[in-house]
């Protein structure tokens, strides 16, 4: 529905120019993908197994959020080379992906009083760039008191010189 409405052009366009929010809703799908290949490889593999305490859909799916999270409270666990190396799988890139997100908290979370800071600085700059043009702009004025009273100086002296010369 979304790219019908949008169509797949836009939906591009707006994935590229808000590349950090894209991130996250990626991060976010492949969470739901690890799961999903996670708890089916598992259960494929345990399904039956001699031994083994994944039998149903449900124990797999829990097994993967236990196992992607780290938590591993043991309850339940692949016995199978099959259902191991999915573990393995589950297991690097859950904590990958878990890595990511909570990168994505903790910059969210700093990221936001860094923007009130960023936003004081700025209105302290805006303050002194006023007081140094103020002192530019009063600098300037007596810049150019100082100039017409030297031009002034040197339009008499140059009388002077000139009424001095005609004297001879």
Do not use: C
Request: aromatic share 8%; glycine share 10%; charged share 20%.
């Amino acid at each position: 529905m979304f790219l019908r409405e949008l169509g797949p052009k836009q939906v591009l366009k707006e994935f590229l120019n808000s590349r950090a929010q894209s991130a996250v809703y990626i991060v976010g799908f492949l969470i739901v993908l690890v799961l999903e290949f996670g708890s089916v490889t598992v259960l494929a593999a345990e399904q039956g197994a001699p031994g083994s305490n994944i039998e149903t859909a449900s124990d797999a799916i829990w097994w993967s959020i236990v196992t992607m999270s780290t938590v591993g409270y043991g309850d339940y666990s692949p016995v199978t080379l099959q259902g191991r190396i999915a573990g393995l799988f589950v297991i690097v890139v859950g904590v990958a992906l878990f890595g990511v997100v909570t990168g994505f908290l903790a910059n969210r979370f700093v990221g936001s009083g860094d923007e009130e800071q960023e936003s004081t600085e700025v209105e302290w700059r805006a303050g002194d760039m006023a007081t140094i043009l103020e002192q530019i702009k009063s600098l300037q004025a007596e810049h150019e008191r100082s100039y017409s009273e030297l031009a002034s100086k040197l339009e008499g002296l140059k009388s002077l010189i000139q009424a001095g010369g005609q004297q001879d």
